[in-house]
């Protein structure tokens, strides 16, 4: 496990990594915890000839609330995620799905900003971040642009991060009080990524009928996506069970279904199904209260 | 002054841990010598493959390369690698692929350079013209009419068969009340130590010597294994296992690497170290199990049963390691469990397949026959309607049977097992158990109880029941240094299982000293007497006997020597709180010290005596040891995942007297996990054509603690009367008894969906189709 040979870049700023992605164009991969990238360096399926290492610019490594939104920079590890009492407080979800990550060597290196570009269709990160609707921020020489979690995941690892491009924050919602919500995951056996993973989000009216669903589901298919025919399924419905078991049933539908040894395409499939109607039940015993 | 407490029985921390848990211990890769080169293999990726031609140029005269090497040059200059088992065909094994490759990873060329970076640089240039092979995997299609066959000169891929026949068999069968019959898997599993495989070696060319460091479970016996492959005469080659982090049976062989590493410092005049990459592990360390067992099980009504007919597919794999075709005899022998019953025959059908080797694996052929004995046990309970535990009373051997000879040909030493039987079910409370099982059931929720009686063989043994080159004594010598400390040198090569510590405790009571006072030396040729080694759970039984033989020799001339000096007879005197005293007074006590003094001292008390206090022991035992217990699951399985959730685990184990608690405990933590890992997680999977689908961490289910239960651990203590403590051995109870016992649970929960056999590894996707077809049915 030897990678082949390779430069070391420190980005010391934002405008340092730039510089440094400008230089060395293609040849160049950002290292943002390397828990991916290295294993496949070893392997050499990947080769790069530079790293560019952004873990160690301050201003990426901070989790902050401006402007009504809580705002994670790109190098915030899973571990500072998942026990910063500013996500804890106003962001459980993502605290929860930051937790059930790997292993704690694992929250120890990854990284949010590291997870989301790989863009890897088990990863955690991804469901939860369409399930809040995160805001992810792109910085390029001269600028910068805002993608929304719904339009940054395009398919099997790739991103809409163009060349040149940096993720340098994720912006969200705090999730407001009176809302439910659960992150469940089936985990891989072996690799500990999720087989399935389901974030819901649930609000609901007077009457206990949805007011809000959001439902993001990692590990089925090829990339993250929002389950957008059970939230339709579910709008201004009564938030029981068989109602929400019937919604759940669509979880799949039209998905392509990804399969491994551990867990079939067909099984893969149901797994998402029942998590989806275990997460929404969650939400909305939550959001009661 | 402050008397000394007696350590055998007491729950003593290990004396290995501090340098474990700190980071300190040294293993081989943590052995440094200047001028080392690296050595980088390059490997197969076809199943099957015939090389045409190898291009090594390119490699040669990359930065850094000192040597590059295939098969062709080694021809005629080294030997193969040997399998010491008897076997039909056993084929040339050699240290790199010579025309031919016939598994994922088998090695075809090496790659000498001054570090491992440049290394694999130059064996990524390395041009092989393969031409690809059909290949086969399934150990059953190898054996069909067509099958693409490994070796050639063998005609077919059959390396050796085995036929203990009986008709008496064929009379239980003819007048039995039924007869079931089911196929069982034993899937391939891969041991997967925290430390992979690693080798330095080191070529003194003025004195013609080779030291080789190597992650070894047997360095006397890999010692002589390479001074044959070499051939260097034995005085001129010192094998050191260093700290060695887990073997489970891998390290119970003689790989080509360590031959090869050893070639190349020969040849190069220099240190030579490989270490073992995880994707090399799990694809080229030998695997376990793979057996498919074909049962026959004649019964009365009653739940008696009449006799066991089997017949096993073995998968080898496509060579034979050190031990590799002796493995399945024991899931033969051993696979009437713990029941009188009274007649058994098998056939055993040893396949050669495009895998890696199997070999030992932790239990190495009785976990294979306990999943078979208590497999057997439910499948007739199933069958006839009755509790299981009823039907494992019906036919345990009585416990005044024993010695009990098997109908296998083995003698039981002793045991009792309805004792851990009893005390499991009173733990888990089985009556209560079963109504709350039913009670959930009428919600919908499917709680399985699942039970194992096992026995199992271990403390070998006989010499006789071993292959002639791998002998079944074991030696120690103990030296009480001039300052009364002792020294222990164990022909047991421990990694892991703790002699340090037990050996160190039975020392320090025999002579009345304090733990500390012990050291206890291991796995250095040069410095310890030849040995056998590590496997088998004979560490303490075997080994232990030879150190307590040498202690008694020890012991008798101190007391010697004490009874001049005390005008006391011999034995009227005991070893307590470092001085020898009068059994009936130990106020008249001389310190131990005195007594060393004269034994090293320029005029010995006793007149001829020998100077020194130094003992050396061999023991060959007259008989094995038989460890059991009973392990009882209780789970739950969600019929929406398949998911399986764990209640209760309850294991009662009996492996006779216990030395050291918290080792036996430690045995058994790990044992369950991995017992209950092959029944619910751990598969190595090649697909059809032969390609390894596991080949990393990331898709080989290796355990982790979340993914086991609470353990709730008890004993029962029935000594072996074949040793004098009364041991029996517990390093690898834990694996045989957890598989079958969480099989058996996860299929009792399955027992309403009329479900009666799955195939490990139980994933729940499996469970989870039952529940569907059994809706569907």
């Known amino acids: ?289 | 002054m402050a008397v000394i407490p007696k350590f055998v029985g007491a729950r003593i921390k290990r004396r290995e841990d501090p340098r474990l848990i700190s980071g300190t211990a040294t293993y081989v890769d943590d052995v440094r010598l200047p001028d080392t080169l690296t050595a980088v293999v390059l490997r197969s990726p076809h199943p099957h493959a015939r090389i045409n031609s190898i291009d090594v140029a390119a490699a040669r005269s990359a930065p850094g390369v000192v040597a590059v090497l295939t098969g062709e040059d080694l021809k005629g200059k080294v030997g193969g690698i040997p399998c010491v088992a008897p076997a039909e065909h056993i084929p040339f094994h050699p240290l790199l692929a010579q025309g031919k490759v016939r598994f994922v990873g088998e090695s075809v060329a090496v790659v000498v350079a001054s570090d491992a970076y440049l290394a694999q640089d130059a064996a990524d240039l390395i041009d092989v013209d393969y031409d690809p092979l059909d290949a086969v995997s399934d150990p059953e299609k190898a054996l069909a009419d067509g099958a693409p066959i490994l070796h050639e000169e063998f005609g077919a891929n059959l390396a050796t068969r085995a036929l203990i026949p009986n008709p008496a068999v064929d009379e239980a069968i003819a007048k039995a009340d039924r007869v079931i019959k089911f196929r069982i898997v034993n899937q391939r599993l891969a041991p997967v130590p925290m430390e992979t495989r690693g080798v330095l070696a080191q070529w003194h060319q003025a004195s013609g010597q080779l030291t080789l460091w190597t992650s070894t479970q047997i360095p006397h016996l890999l010692r002589s294994a390479l001074a044959a492959v070499l051939s260097l005469p034995e005085n001129r080659v010192r094998v050191i296992a260093p700290e060695v982090g887990g073997g489970f049976g891998a390290k119970l062989n003689f790989y080509r690497e360590e031959a090869l590493v050893a070639y190349l410092s020969r040849m190069l005049g220099r240190p030579v170290k490989w270490i073992e990459r995880r994707r090399e592990n799990l694809a080229t360390t030998t695997h376990g199990r793979d057996q498919i067992t074909y049962l026959e099980v004649p019964v009365k009504n009653d739940g008696t049963v009449l006799a066991l007919k089997a017949k096993f597919i073995c998968d080898m794999g496509a060579y034979l390691q050190l031990l590799t075709p002796a493995i399945p005899g024991f899931s033969g022998l051993m696979m009437t469990g713990c029941y009188k019953i009274p007649a058994m025959s098998f056939e055993q059908v040893m396949v050669f397949t495009n895998k890696m080797a199997t070999d030992a694996y932790r239990g190495a052929g009785r976990p294979e026959a306990a999943y078979i004995a208590e497999r057997t046990m439910d499948m007739v309970a199933a069958e006839l309607g009755l509790d299981p535990v009823e039907v494992r009373r019906r036919n345990f051997i009585p416990k005044e049977a024993f010695p009990y000879a098997t109908c296998a040909g083995l003698v039981y030493d002793s045991g009792d097992y309805n004792a851990a039987l009893n005390k499991a079910l009173e733990i888990v409370d089985y009556p209560k158990m079963r109504a709350e099982q039913a009670e959930a059931l009428k919600h919908g929720r499917y709680i399985g109880i699942g039970i194992a009686s096992y026995v199992e063989i271990c403390g070998i043994g006989p010499s006789a029941m071993l292959p002639p080159k791998v002998p079944g004594w074991e030696s120690a010598t103990v030296r009480m240094e001039p300052d009364s400390r002792i020294t222990v040198l164990t022909g047991i090569s421990p990694h892991g299982q703790g002699q340090e510590t037990t050996f160190a405790q039975m020392a320090a009571d025999a002579f009345g000293v304090d733990i500390d006072d012990v050291a206890v030396v291991h796995g250095d040729t040069a410095i310890v007497q030849y040995g056998v080694g590590t496997f088998g759970s004979r560490g303490l039984s075997v080994g232990g006997t030879a150190v307590m033989m040498s202690v008694g020799k020890l012991q008798e001339k101190l007391k010697k020597i004490a009874s001049t000096m005390m005008e006391a007879p011999p034995d009227q005197l005991t070893f307590t709180n470092r001085t020898v005293a009068l059994k009936s007074d130990a106020a008249k006590a001389i310190p131990l010290q005195a007594v060393v003094d004269a034994a090293y001292g320029w005029k010995m008390p006793i007149p001829g005596m020998e100077p020194g206090l130094d003992a050396t022991s061999v023991f060959e035992p007259t008989g094995c040891t038989f460890p059991f217990g009973t392990h009882i699951a209780v789970v739950e399985i969600d019929p929406d995942t398949g998911v399986v959730t764990f209640l209760r685990y309850v294991a009662v184990d009996d492996c006779g007297n216990i030395i050291s608690p918290l080792l036996v405990a430690g045995q058994v933590h790990g044992g369950i996990a991995q017992g209950i890992a092959q029944a619910l997680y751990e598969e190595v999977v090649y697909d059809e054509n032969g390609q390894l689908v596991t080949a990393t961490l990331m898709d080989y289910a290796a355990p982790r603690a979340r993914m086991l239960p609470h353990y709730e651990l008890a004993h029962t203590v029935t000594p072996s009367p074949l040793n004098p403590m009364g041991v029996k051995g517990v390093g690898e109870a834990g694996t045989i008894g957890s598989t079958p016992c969480m099989v058996n649970a996860v299929l009792d929960a399955l027992k309403p969906l009329g479900v009666r056999h799955i195939d490990m590894p139980l994933r729940p996707e499996k469970l989870w189709r039952a529940f569907k077809d059994a809706k569907k049915a």
């Open chain 1, 1 to 289: 496990m030897f990678p082949s040979q390779f430069e070391y870049h420190r980005a010391a700023s934002i405008k340092d990594a730039l510089d440094l992605l400008k230089q060395f164009g293609d040849d160049a991969k950002l290292l943002s915890g390397g828990h991916s990238l290295i294993p496949m360096m070893k392997l050499r399926l990947a080769q790069p000839a530079h790293l560019i290492d952004v873990t160690k610019i301050a201003e990426l490594r901070a989790i902050s609330e401006s402007h009504g939104k809580i705002v994670i920079g790109a190098a915030a590890t899973h571990d500072t995620v998942a026990n910063s009492d500013l996500v804890r407080a106003k962001l459980g979800l993502l605290a929860e799905a930051a937790a059930a990550i790997g292993d704690v060597q694992v929250r120890n290196r990854g990284t949010i900003g590291g997870s989301l570009t790989h863009a890897d269709p088990a990863a955690d990160y991804p469901a939860t971040a369409l399930a809040l609707e995160a805001e992810i921020k792109l910085d390029r020489d001269g600028g910068s642009r805002a993608v929304k979690a719904a339009d940054f995941f395009l398919d099997l690892m790739t991103t809409a991060i163009q060349p040149g491009e940096l993720l340098t924050q994720v912006a969200f919602a705090p999730i407001p009080s009176g809302t439910g919500y659960a992150y469940l995951k089936y985990p891989h056996p072996a690799s500990g990524f999720a087989i399935v993973g389901v974030a819901a989000i649930a609000a609901l009216d007077r009457s206990g009928k949805f007011a809000n669903l959001r439902v993001g589901v990692t590990g089925l298919g090829p990339k993250a996506f929002r389950a957008t025919a059970v939230e339709a399924a579910l709008a201004g419905k009564a938030a029981d069970a068989a109602t929400i078991a019937a919604a759940a049933s669509k979880t799949a539908d039209g998905v392509d279904a990804l399969g491994d040894i551990h867990a079939s395409s067909e099984y893969r499939s149901e797994l998402a199904r029942v998590y989806a109607r275990r997460a929404i039940q969650a939400a909305v015993a939550r959001a009661k209260a």
